[in-house]
């Protein structure tokens, strides 16, 4: 049985009236509202057809048919045209999403506040792994006779600050000829470089008196390189499914935010997700608690290289068309916005 330009018009009908209503559609309220040129009877016979074909599904408690996960994934690939974001959307986006270097987790976080504030569904956002990231500098700042502030700043613009308990007495002048040491030793090297090269030695060498600090400081230093490492992710807007009819059933609810709860696991599924705008339907997605859900992912870039993901999670009756365009202006605008916030704090280097 082949799909006719006939049941592929019925089909998007069919999508387009579920998605807005969230009701099984029926062959006579298609008849009404779209113009086929044939009688509701013809109608149903191509419903049948399509249920058969296995683009439609029919709930044993209405007569109407709803869009199955093939359906869905037919209208993604070939069905789907771009939608223009609305000026309100452009306007809120540019104006709400402050993108700011020395503050990236939080500026990701917003991001992610804002996806979620726009598409009404859950949101979430991974910060980029920061492997290969190189650092900017390093500093140590008092706190009080036995603590210190270590601030370390990598190119990308994430900063780490941690509050180390010293075990031996420091004068400022000694923290800053030690910040100033461990800035020449390890600027423009990746993370991953210094952790596999540990420069510990030569920078007890070079400080002589001061060595004794630099190895109460420097074991905390690496951990905190390790923890740089770690990918970050944010999560927004959960709240937003109890709002959604499919997740009115309370069991499928707690199987949902049970779900996103195992944090581990979900960025895991994410990190093995491609590059660009990514769409699982129901049933692609690995976790069973999500065959009810899509997910729909995209890519944004700092500096061009470093890659962090941002997506939405939400009904199979989602509006693709929609929420996909939102994503490519959101990731565009953060892309852009970290370029020309780095092009500005190197122009204040200078």
Same mark, same amino acid.
């Given at each position: 049985?082949?799909? +006719?330009?006939?049941?592929?018009?019925? =089909?998007?009908?069919?999508?387009?009236?579920?998605?807005?209503?969230?009701?099984?559609?029926?062959?006579?309220?298609?008849?009404?509202?779209?113009?086929?040129?044939?009688?509701?009877? +013809?109608?149903?016979?191509?419903?049948?057809?399509?249920?058969?074909?296995?683009?439609?599904? $029919?709930?044993?408690?209405?007569?109407?048919?709803?869009?199955?996960?093939?359906?869905?994934?037919?209208?993604?690939?070939?069905?789907?045209?771009?939608?223009?974001?609305?000026?309100?959307?452009?306007?809120?986006?540019?104006?709400?999403?402050?993108?700011?270097?020395?503050?990236?987790?939080?500026?990701?976080? $917003?991001?992610?506040?804002?996806?979620?504030?726009?598409?009404? =569904?859950?949101?979430?956002?991974?910060?980029?792994?920061?492997?290969?990231?190189?650092?900017?500098?390093?500093? !140590?700042?008092?706190?009080?006779?036995?603590?210190?502030? !270590?601030?370390?700043?990598?190119?990308?613009?994430?900063?780490?600050?941690?509050? =180390?308990?010293?075990?031996?007495?420091? +004068?400022?002048?000694?923290?800053?000829?030690?910040?100033?040491?461990?800035?020449?030793?390890?600027?423009?090297?990746?993370?991953?470089?210094?952790?596999?090269?540990?420069?510990?030695?030569?920078?007890?060498?070079? !400080?002589?008196?001061?060595?004794?600090?630099?190895?109460?400081?420097?074991?905390?230093?690496?951990?905190? =390189?390790?923890?740089?490492?770690?990918?970050?992710?944010?999560?927004?807007?959960?709240?937003?499914?109890?709002?959604?009819?499919?997740?009115?059933?309370?069991?499928?609810?707690?199987?949902?935010?049970?779900?996103?709860?195992?944090?581990?696991?979900?960025?895991?599924?994410?990190?093995?997700?491609?590059?660009?705008?990514?769409?699982?339907?129901?049933?692609?997605?690995?976790?069973?608690?999500?065959?009810?859900?899509?997910?729909?992912?995209?890519?944004?870039?700092?500096?061009?290289? !470093?890659?962090?993901?941002?997506?939405?999670?939400?009904?199979?009756?989602?509006?693709?068309?929609?929420?996909?365009?939102?994503?490519?202006?959101?990731?565009?605008?953060?892309?852009?916005?970290?370029?020309?916030?780095?092009?500005?704090?190197?122009?204040?280097?200078?």
């Amino acid at each position: 049985m082949d799909l +006719t330009e006939r049941k592929l018009r019925i =089909l998007q009908a069919i999508i387009t009236d579920y998605v807005q209503n969230a009701e099984p559609v029926g062959s006579r309220s298609i008849a009404k509202k779209y113009d086929f040129g044939v009688s509701p009877a +013809t109608i149903r016979n191509e419903m049948a057809d399509l249920e058969e074909m296995g683009y439609l599904t $029919h709930p044993h408690t209405s007569a109407g048919r709803v869009p199955s996960d093939k359906a869905y994934r037919l209208y993604v690939n070939n069905m789907m045209q771009k939608t223009d974001l609305s000026l309100q959307d452009k306007q809120t986006i540019n104006e709400r999403l402050q993108v700011n270097r020395n503050e990236f987790d939080r500026t990701i976080r $917003h991001a992610a506040e804002l996806l979620s504030d726009i598409t009404k =569904l859950a949101s979430f956002a991974m910060t980029p792994s920061t492997r290969q990231d190189t650092l900017k500098f390093i500093r !140590l700042l008092p706190i009080d006779d036995d603590k210190i502030v !270590l601030m370390i700043v990598a190119d990308s613009g994430k900063v780490t600050n941690t509050t =180390l308990r010293l075990n031996v007495p420091y +004068t400022n002048d000694a923290l800053e000829i030690l910040s100033k040491t461990m800035t020449y030793h390890y600027k423009g090297h990746t993370i991953d470089d210094v952790l596999k090269n540990s420069i510990i030695e030569d920078v007890g060498t070079d !400080l002589g008196a001061l060595s004794s600090l630099a190895g109460d400081v420097m074991p905390n230093f690496m951990r905190t =390189l390790e923890d740089m490492l770690n990918v970050n992710l944010y999560m927004e807007g959960l709240t937003n499914i109890f709002n959604i009819p499919e997740y009115s059933d309370m069991d499928r609810a707690k199987s949902f935010l049970e779900l996103v709860s195992r944090k581990e696991e979900f960025t895991r599924d994410i990190l093995n997700r491609d590059n660009g705008v990514i769409v699982t339907i129901g049933n692609e997605n690995p976790e069973q608690a999500m065959k009810n859900s899509s997910v729909i992912t995209a890519t944004y870039h700092v500096d061009g290289k !470093l890659v962090g993901k941002i997506g939405v999670i939400g009904p199979t009756r989602m509006n693709y068309s929609e929420v996909t365009s939102i994503m490519e202006y959101l990731t565009n605008n953060l892309s852009q916005s970290f370029m020309l916030s780095n092009g500005k704090d190197e122009k204040e280097d200078e």
